[in-house]
């Protein structure tokens, strides 16, 4: 099948003389690409030379190309866009590899550019020659290696269309430098790709949709577990409609936050490991559990063995292979999540189930007395009231991007979501150094929306050099560093499972206040809760990037805790005066 | 239903082209799951290659290989031929020695299985066998007291039973994005 037949051949008075690496941006700029993260080098130089002449595209110079990935991947996330990333042979190349997993992980549209040596030294070991196409194998949704000009097109059409469609994910074409510097006579495509070997969608069957329909109906203790899926499908209307004409309550995966109003009556919160005491608990008593876009991760389930084994489970998923994989469902729809429950809407029943609202709502009265928004104040400044206290001030409106580890399940409990997309978190891969860069991206995907980055102090040294990428480029977004001196979510661990022995968790960081003021930024700095206020309006009022050092307790835990492997019912609770007091007989 | 592993038997029609072979054993490595036997060769279809994959699995962890290797775009068709009627067959070549005293007995053994002899020298002999698994054991095993000098095999093959054929070249030719394949097997 020769890959010439794909031209329009009503379009002969487009045809042109290009170069590859012009034919690089022309397609970019069909598909709509209005911006791209990446950083020169040899053999992507054609590339770059090229793009001089695309001046419609943005392009941001980055610190680091695992910056430019997550770039990329922040942008898609905030837009549902394909997020473009550009590196060079060799160390660039490999440089964008924990992005890549890092999308792939987290069903990120992505497509990947990255220059590689000339044909004729493939396999010579040239200089910043990598094997890129290999490295990536299994952190892609696809790849290509493309060796002449002729082919590029095609090439980046499918690339951009495997990325975006059925279960998002990266997609790398590495481009030889010879491929990039050949002319050829172009004419733009401008057909559908056909690919004969790829079925993004999936028909729902009736006789599945009847059953899920039945089995809601005999349920009594019905629960909604609601992933990633319903943010990537823009579900969230249909799920509305769905739980409001059911009655049937939602908990959320970390990354399914915002695709449930968090206000709503029958939103309940997030599951898993830190997830909320009665979420967990109402999973293990539930009779029904409907999955929605998510795959049963080990952070969400806790122990298999004794994960919801009162409940049957519905689960639909775009990807077929994710039925079954780590829990056994009694009924399996493959298809758009969106679909699929607006199919469902005209054959399910609204149903009173009164005692399990009461249980429910019995199990969220015993965790209120622990949250430590509810303790008494010790004058300790707590990342929860950093968190909390941003919530509130922003009115849960910002777009937050949070990094890895215990501020990013605090943020998760405690800035409450009401709207999609505008949690931006590494939820698969859990890489620190994500949030920085990645709000990046999702400023320049949603320039009007208030961003902050909210990060460790372990997480924001890895990825800070993006400092310089935010001044270069003169974009506002806000970072609120929860500075606690350790690498937090390893010390707690240390204290639960290691006897409290601290290795190699305890951190000195630089000053980053000073650091701020080094790019030209603002810094600020706050140790004490009624502080917090005051340098929230002073960021959100500065022109420019912001960095907040909030030096915060040092040794606080997240609570509750699943220990990994654990039953998820059997969780490691805050430790409360209050409710010790109450247990007093 | 069995949800204990036992061998299964899987063919899949996939795009010939550079790096397939990568891919599909990246995937039963990345999933940790034992390839038992993996053979790969052309078809009546130019650009196609058909493989036969044996694999030890439990009737869920049959379904996701069949769902994952559809995940590949170079995959075009898949199916789980282990309870279908199939014919499966393995092709051996066995060196092995017989001078002047045992080559009758070589020869004899020979006509029992069925095996041709392909090559013939004053030491030894080159047998061709075709058949299962089992029968080219069974006559490794009888002939390894004459002394066996090499062997070699393709590892299976399979295709199954009657007239019914793979809608391949349907696909290649209309190019439908193909909703009404694979779910079925995939959701139950």
């Known amino acids: 099948m020769a890959r010439e037949e794909h031209a329009d051949p009503a379009a002969p008075a487009l045809r042109a003389r290009r170069t590859g690496a012009q034919i690089l941006w022309e397609v970019l700029r069909q598909e709509g690409v209005e911006v791209c993260?990446?950083?020169?080098?040899?053999?992507?130089?054609?590339?770059y030379d090229a793009l001089l002449g695309y001046p419609e595209i943005k392009h941001v110079l980055v610190r680091h190309e695992q910056g430019g990935a997550h770039m990329a991947d922040g942008y898609a996330r905030a837009s549902g866009k394909v997020g473009v990333c550009i590196g060079t042979s060799g160390p660039g190349a490999t440089n964008l590899v924990t992005g890549i997993a890092t999308a792939m992980l987290d069903s990120v549209p992505m497509v990947a550019i990255t220059g590689q040596v000339s044909s004729k030294l493939i396999g010579s070991d040239a200089f910043q020659e990598v094997d890129i196409a290999g490295i990536t194998l299994p952190i892609t949704k696809h790849n290509y290696l493309v060796t002449r000009a002729e082919d590029l097109a095609q090439t980046l059409r499918e690339a951009f269309y495997v990325a975006r469609s059925g279960r998002p994910g990266p997609v790398l074409v590495d481009i030889t430098k010879d491929a990039q510097q050949a002319s050829i006579d172009y004419v733009p495509h401008t057909r559908p790709v056909r690919l004969p070997g790829y079925r993004p969608k999936h028909a729902l069957h009736e006789e599945q949709l009847a059953k899920a329909a039945l089995m809601?109906?005999?349920?009594?203790?019905?629960?909604?577990?609601?992933?990633?899926g319903i943010v990537k499908s823009e579900a969230t209307r249909a799920l509305l409609a769905f739980c409001e004409k059911t009655g049937i309550p939602v908990a959320s995966t970390l990354l399914g936050l915002g695709g449930f109003p968090a206000s709503h009556p029958l939103a309940l919160g997030m599951m898993g490991m830190h997830g909320e005491a009665w979420v967990n608990h109402a999973i293990q008593e539930s009779d029904l559990l409907i999955a929605l876009g998510m795959r049963f991760d080990?952070?969400?389930?806790?122990?298999?063995?004794?994960?919801?084994?009162?409940?049957?489970?519905?689960?639909?998923?775009?990807?077929?292979?994710?039925?079954?994989?780590?829990?056994?469902?009694?009924?399996?729809?493959v298809g758009d999540v969106r679909e699929a429950l607006q199919a469902l809407l005209p054959r399910v029943e609204p149903k009173a189930r009164k005692p399990w609202s009461a249980r429910i709502h019995e199990l969220r009265g015993d965790s209120a007395v622990r949250d430590i928004q509810n303790l008494p104040d010790t004058g300790h400044l707590y990342a929860a009231h950093v968190i909390h206290d941003l919530w509130r001030l922003t009115e849960g409106k910002a777009l937050v991007v949070s990094d890895v580890g215990q501020h990013q399940m605090w943020e998760a409990q405690y800035y409450r979501h009401d709207y999609a997309r505008k949690l931006i978190t590494s939820g698969g891969l859990g890489t620190m150094g994500f949030s920085l860069p990645a709000a990046v991206g999702a400023k320049f995907a949603?320039?009007?929306?208030?961003?902050?980055?909210?990060?460790?102090?372990?997480?924001?040294?890895?990825?800070?050099?993006?400092?310089?990428?935010?001044?270069?480029?003169?974009?506002?977004?806000?970072?609120?560093?929860?500075?606690?001196?350790?690498?937090?979510?390893?010390?707690?661990?240390?204290e639960f499972f290691y006897d409290g022995r601290y290795s190699a968790t305890p951190m000195k960081s630089p000053d980053f206040v000073k650091l701020a003021d080094a790019h030209g930024l603002v810094g600020l700095r706050v140790t004490k809760r009624d502080e917090i206020a005051a340098a929230v309006a002073k960021a959100r009022a500065t022109e420019g990037t912001v960095v907040i050092d909030f030096r915060v307790e040092q040794e606080d835990s997240v609570y509750p805790m699943v220990p990994a492997g654990a039953d998820l019912h059997d969780m490691i609770r805050r430790p409360s005066p209050l409710v010790e007091k109450a247990d007093d007989p | 239903m069995t949800d204990r592993p036992t061998l299964r038997t899987f063919i899949a029609y996939v795009h010939d082209r550079p790096g397939v072979l990568a891919r599909i054993a990246m995937l039963f490595r990345r999933r940790a799951w034992n390839i038992?036997?993996?053979?790969?060769?052309?078809?009546?279809?130019?650009?196609?290659?058909?493989?036969?994959?044996?694999?030890?699995?439990?009737?869920?962890a049959a379904r996701?290989?069949?769902?994952?290797?559809?995940?590949?775009?170079?995959?075009?068709?898949?199916?789980?031929i282990t309870r279908e009627p199939s014919i499966k067959r393995d092709l051996a070549l066995i060196k092995v020695k017989a001078d002047a005293t045992t080559r009758a007995q070589v020869l004899q053994l020979c006509e029992v299985f069925r095996a041709k002899t392909v090559d013939v020298s004053q030491e030894g002999l080159v047998l061709e066998i075709t058949g299962t698994e089992d029968k080219i054991q069974g006559f490794l095993e009888v002939l390894r007291p004459l002394g066996v000098i090499e062997m070699v095999s393709t590892g299976m093959i399979a295709i199954t039973r009657g007239a019914e054929a793979p809608p391949i070249e349907a696909w290649l030719n209309v190019g439908h994005d193909r909703d009404d394949v694979g779910d079925d097997e995939a959701a139950e």
């Not at chain 1, 993260?37 to 590339?47: K, N, Q, R, T, V």
């Not at chain 1, 809601?216 to 990633?228: K, Q, S, T």
């Not at chain 1, 924001?460 to 993006?466: D, R, S, Y």
């Not at chain 2, 279809?45 to 036969?52: C, E, F, I, Q």
């Open chain 2, 64 to 80: 996701r290989v069949e769902a994952n290797l559809y995940k590949l775009l170079e995959v075009l068709w898949v199916k789980d």
């Open chain 1, 446 to 494: 949603k320039p009007g929306e208030e961003v902050w980055v909210i990060v460790g102090d372990g997480g924001f040294q890895m990825t800070a050099c993006e400092l310089a990428t935010c001044a270069q480029e003169g974009i506002k977004v806000n970072v609120a560093i929860i500075n606690n001196g350790f690498l937090g979510m390893v010390r707690q661990w240390q």
């Open chain 1, 37 to 47: 993260f990446g950083y020169p080098g040899g053999a992507i130089m054609p590339a």
């Open chain 1, 298 to 333: 080990d952070r969400v389930t806790g122990n298999l063995k004794t994960y919801a084994v009162k409940a049957k489970k519905i689960h639909v998923e775009i990807d077929p292979a994710e039925i079954n994989k780590n829990v056994k469902v009694d009924l399996g729809i």
């Open chain 1, 216 to 228: 809601i109906a005999e349920a009594h203790r019905p629960l909604i577990l609601a992933g990633h």
């Open chain 2, 36 to 60: 038992v036997s993996l053979t790969v060769g052309g078809t009546h279809v130019a650009g196609l290659s058909r493989m036969t994959i044996q694999i030890e699995a439990d009737d869920d």
